[in-house]
């Protein structure tokens, strides 16, 4: 496994120790928000905005990656979320963490660079498992953190979330310094007029602009990428108020639920890293889809703890297939010149199914959390639905058995 080597073997430890952070924090944003006043729709809006500068952030970053470099990006970016964390702990009201969460958002412009640098490293044979490894191994961190989070929480209350985000700042530091140190760039890097500029960003803003010209698959998993993040939204960003205020559970024990999903899904990953680049990618992300519907469809008819578990552990091992094969997709059927642009407009499009999925799941689930959670379930199963015949085709229940699928 030499591809393991460079830039791949970089990132799976830089992101491993951007975990630590993570597992410390992720889980528990929508109830710090809930603790510094925020209700269910301001959460959802606060979502919404994040998303939103995402978005509006990743669509010149994909174009500069593929201008300035790889490494470039992810350097400057990667200092910018380190400020952001000390801010975080910082913050004495909603509204103030609302102001931060939108300035952080804005610094992951250099998302598509991350996804370039590991798509240019890996060689094509390996893009899906590799994809898959290198989102779950650094995930470690999830298996035992986010239960610390939750107690820190439990017992300190906001001053819990505060000491977590300044270990995140100083964590996120430790990640800017060796990602200097250790990153190799994968393209050749040109200087920008800065007169072309403005120009530039403009034109990026415009991400719908060239998609016709990629073939079917590309277009359908772009699009996939919208459908499936504003379905996410109820759960990822409520379900810790779900949990806590609803089924009444405690924030640690919303914690060791965050861990056993994370468990599941890196055992599921390792097996399956080295056989999915092996089955047809229609096939995969179809099975992918049909997990995280089932997943949030458990919680959507079930209103019990063991509910929610099984649909934190079933949805999380259909994302992180879905996403794997997402990105392989567009790793083999995009040239290299052009990934970073294709990335851009793929998690564009994410981060618009966040906006959307922050409004309208936000407001939903003020009405009625299971009525969120079902409607999820048929949105990301009616997205499945143009793969469907390829997955019966590959198991000779459709068609011509012998036909190419994608």
């Given at each position: 496994m030499s591809w393991l080597r460079g830039n791949v073997g970089v990132m799976i430890i830089?992101?491993?120790?951007?975990?630590?952070?993570?597992?410390?924090?992720f889980p528990y944003l929508s109830m710090y928000?809930?603790?510094?006043?925020?209700?269910?729709?301001?959460?959802?809006?606060?979502?919404?905005?994040?998303?939103?500068?995402?978005?509006?952030?990743?669509?010149?970053?994909?174009?500069?990656t593929d201008v300035i470099g790889r490494r470039r990006s992810i350097i400057i970016g990667t200092w910018g979320i380190t400020a952001t964390q000390f801010l975080y702990a910082a913050v004495t009201d909603w509204r103030m963490f609302v102001a931060v969460y939108v300035v952080d958002s804005a610094m992951h412009f250099y998302?598509?660079?991350?996804?370039?640098?590991?798509?240019?490293?890996?060689?094509?044979?390996?893009?899906?498992?590799?994809?898959?490894?290198?989102?779950?191994?650094?995930?470690?961190?999830?298996l035992f953190l986010p239960p610390v989070g939750g107690y820190l929480l439990d017992v300190m209350g906001p001053a819990g979330m505060r000491i977590s985000f300044l270990i995140s700042g100083a964590v996120s530091a430790a990640v800017a310094l060796f990602r200097m140190r250790a990153l190799r760039e994968t393209v050749p890097v040109r200087e920008i007029?800065?007169?072309?500029?403005?120009?530039?960003?403009?034109?990026?803003?415009?991400?719908?602009?060239?998609?016709?010209?990629?073939?079917?698959?590309?277009?359908?998993?772009?699009?996939?990428?919208?459908?499936?993040?504003?379905?996410?939204?109820?759960?990822?960003?409520?379900?810790?108020?779900?949990?806590?205020?609803v089924l009444g559970l405690d924030n640690?024990?919303?914690?060791?639920?965050?861990?056993?999903?994370?468990?599941?899904?890196?055992?599921?990953?390792?097996?399956?890293?080295?056989?999915?680049d092996r089955a047809p990618r229609a096939t995969a992300m179809f099975s992918g889809l049909m997990l995280t519907a089932?997943?949030?469809?458990?919680?959507?008819?079930?209103?019990?703890?063991?509910?929610?578990?099984?649909?934190a552990l079933t949805s999380g091992v259909g994302s992180e297939m879905v996403v794997a094969v997402r990105r392989a997709v567009i790793g083999d059927r995009v040239a290299q010149t052009s990934r970073g642009r294709a990335m851009g407009a793929s998690l564009a499009l994410e981060y618009l199914g966040s906006v959307v999925g922050g409004l309208v799941g936000g407001y939903l689930y003020s009405i009625s959390p299971n009525l969120s959670f079902l409607l999820s379930a048929l949105a990301v199963f009616a997205s499945s639905l143009y793969l469907a015949p390829y997955f019966l085709r590959d198991l000779g229940l459709w068609g011509e058995g012998d036909r190419s699928v994608p």
């Open positions: 830089s992101w491993f120790l951007f975990a630590i952070s993570s597992a410390l924090t928000m809930h603790l510094l006043g925020a209700s269910d729709v301001d959460i959802g809006v606060a979502t919404a905005l994040g998303s939103l500068a995402n978005m509006l952030a990743v669509l010149p970053g994909g174009v500069l998302q598509p660079a991350l996804t370039a640098i590991l798509l240019d490293s890996l060689p094509p044979e390996r893009r899906g498992g590799g994809m898959m490894l290198t989102a779950i191994l650094p995930q470690v961190p999830w007029p800065p007169r072309d500029v403005p120009k530039m960003v403009a034109q990026s803003l415009a991400f719908w602009k060239g998609l016709g010209a990629l073939d079917g698959l590309v277009i359908y998993v772009l699009v996939l990428g919208l459908i499936v993040n504003a379905a996410a939204v109820p759960l990822q960003r409520f379900g810790v108020l779900y949990a806590t205020e640690a024990a919303w914690g060791a639920i965050q861990s056993a999903a994370t468990g599941i899904a890196m055992a599921f990953g390792l097996v399956m890293t080295p056989v999915i089932a997943g949030f469809m458990t919680a959507g008819l079930w209103r019990h703890k063991v509910a929610v578990a099984l649909a």
